[in-house]
């Protein structure tokens, strides 16, 4: 893709927080390189982008997952201005042989590809003096539980790779920003309309354009970690204090239901 003056990479924008973080990047004037394995939706959002904002616009849709992609995406999209890492899975299941392989992926997309993409593109901006990425973690990475084990687990690799990436860049005019949101309303958690709506209502739950409007800011004044949100605030230490075998018995009781 041509070099531009003020490029910003989104992966995982044909939909939710993805497409919010283009959406509100290309609104501040950045020229976009989405990045997606849902074609059909990434090049509608590619067209309803340039439509809306008359940014340029380039997409690739690509498997995120594979192994050593992320030289591939980076060079389609070289040097770019701002790397958002934002692509990734989820699933809510007890760990046995069955899904393997929804392990492997999330382990690679999560944390082998992010991690590349990272010193890829940090060694690119570190050269021409500026730049910044935004990683997204989770609350979760403070709370490992039963069900989202691999989940909770690569949410604290990125938290933890990304404050000590951020010390490494930080001398060469590079920021790192790990984001680490409770829930967002968004097709990752697989939660019916009233529920959704409910849990909007009382604040447990957070729009995207409400999350990516406040994680952009912190990503712009260069802060290390972002925690958004009261849940953020309440929800893990009380997780924490709460017994083990009482966690235990939530597990199964959800297990069961679940496979019933």
């Known amino acids: 893709?041509?070099?531009?003056?003020?490029?910003?990479?989104?992966?995982?924008?044909?939909?939710?927080?993805?497409?919010?973080?283009?959406?509100?990047?290309?609104?501040?004037?950045?020229?976009?390189?989405?990045?997606?394995?849902?074609?059909?939706?990434?090049?509608?959002?590619?067209?309803?982008?340039?439509?809306?904002?008359?940014?340029?616009?380039?997409?690739?849709?690509?498997?995120?997952?594979?192994?050593?992609?992320?030289?591939?995406?980076?060079?389609?999209?070289?040097?770019?201005?701002?790397?958002?890492?934002?692509?990734?899975?989820?699933?809510?299941?007890?760990?046995?042989?069955?899904?393997?392989?929804?392990?492997?992926?999330?382990?690679a997309l999560h944390m082998e590809t992010v991690t590349e993409l990272c010193i890829l593109a940090g060694t690119q901006m570190k050269e021409k003096g500026g730049g910044r990425i935004l990683n997204i973690?989770?609350?979760?990475?403070?709370?490992?539980?039963?069900?989202?084990?691999?989940?909770?687990?690569?949410?604290?690799?990125?938290?933890?790779?990304?404050?000590?990436?951020?010390y490494e860049l930080r001398p060469f005019g590079v920021t790192v920003t790990t984001v680490c949101p409770a829930a967002v309303d968004t097709g990752l958690y697989p939660l019916g309309y009233r529920l959704r709506r409910f849990l909007r209502q009382i604040g447990l739950i957070r729009t995207p354009e409400w999350l990516v409007r406040r994680s952009l800011k912190a990503m712009f004044r260069g802060r290390r970690t972002f925690s958004p949100g009261l849940t953020n605030c309440l929800l893990p230490p009380l997780i924490a204090v709460l017994p083990a075998r009482l966690i235990d018995y939530l597990g199964l009781k959800w297990i069961r239901k679940e496979t019933e």
């Open 137 to 166: 973690s989770s609350m979760t990475a403070r709370i490992p539980a039963p069900g989202i084990a691999i989940y909770s687990a690569t949410k604290a690799y990125l938290k933890s790779f990304g404050k000590s990436l951020s």
């Open 1 to 107: 893709m041509p070099d531009l003056q003020k490029t910003a990479l989104v992966t995982g924008a044909s939909s939710g927080m993805g497409l919010e973080f283009a959406r509100q990047l290309a609104q501040k004037g950045y020229a976009l390189a989405i990045v997606s394995n849902q074609e059909k939706e990434l090049a509608e959002a590619a067209e309803s982008i340039k439509a809306e904002f008359g940014v340029p616009v380039q997409s690739l849709c690509i498997d995120l997952a594979q192994h050593g992609i992320a030289e591939k995406v980076l060079a389609w999209c070289p040097s770019p201005d701002i790397l958002i890492n934002n692509a990734g899975i989820f699933f809510m299941e007890y760990l046995g042989p069955e899904n393997l392989g929804k392990v492997r992926t999330m382990m």
